[in-house]
């Protein structure tokens, strides 16, 4: 695609539940973030991907934060038994070249209620 | 962790005017970047420095890096009401693939 896209763009889901965001990257980049924006603060790294393998995770909070790309392409980040403190922006980026510039999806607005 | 700080957090000038901005960090650094962000969804690449460079340019952006300082400043020149935007720096540091992202700074240009 022409950009990094994120699905959905909004979600509510209420306390305790499961919740799966979806970033589908630029094609051909190998490298894959997620990250978690709160209002007023930057960008929080969580994970980073290096074609299908998690190569740094040391941002996810907890375990109840977990994401894969099964294929190298497309990323799922999941939140199970969701918090009402995980209500933020999630924001996915990809990158071509490792330590370069990096392209931001949109981003989805989760709020647990 | 943020490492990035941003500095002034917000700025308010006329159109027309220079905008600088400063981020601070804390350890060895591969590359700086410096990001907008519009309406707190997705950020926009402005400009990328590397360790071992001292200035860049891109259109009406200036960026300078001070490695002995860790710091470095943006420059925005003859700025426009569409400049208006928040403003991060973010750096990658060591063996790790991860940007590290500031507060970030708001810029705001009255037309």
């Known amino acids: 695609g022409a950009g990094v896209s994120q699905t959905p763009s909004n979600k509510v889901t209420e306390k305790g539940k499961y919740v799966e965001l979806r970033c589908d990257p630029i094609s051909g980049h190998t490298a894959l973030y997620w990250y978690r924006q709160s209002l007023g603060q930057g960008p929080e790294f969580l994970i980073y991907?290096?074609?299908?393998?998690?190569?740094?995770d040391s941002g996810l909070p907890n375990d109840r934060f977990f994401a894969v790309r099964p294929e190298g392409s497309v990323s799922t980040l999941k939140i199970q038994r969701t918090e009402r403190g995980d209500s933020a922006v999630y924001l996915c980026a990809s990158s071509l070249l490792r330590t370069g510039e990096a392209f931001f999806g949109q981003g989805t607005r989760l709020t647990v209620v | 962790s943020q490492q990035g700080e941003e500095d002034p957090q917000a700025l308010s000038i006329q159109e027309g005017e220079n905008a600088t901005m400063n981020c601070s960090y804390k350890t060895s650094i591969n590359n700086l970047q410096w990001y907008r962000q519009n309406s707190g969804r997705g950020l926009v690449h402005l400009i990328l420095?590397?360790?071992?460079?001292r200035e860049k340019h891109s259109g009406r952006l200036r960026v300078t890096l001070d490695t002995s300082k860790k710091s470095s400043s943006l420059l925005i020149t003859a700025s426009r009401a569409a400049d208006t935007a928040s403003y991060f720096c973010?750096?990658?540091?060591?063996?790790?693939?991860?940007?590290?992202f500031g507060k970030g700074m708001k810029l705001t240009v009255n037309p």
């Open positions: 991907f290096q074609g299908t393998g998690a190569a740094d």
């Open positions: 973010a750096t990658s540091q060591g063996g790790s693939e991860k940007l590290v």
């Open positions: 420095i590397r360790s071992n460079e």
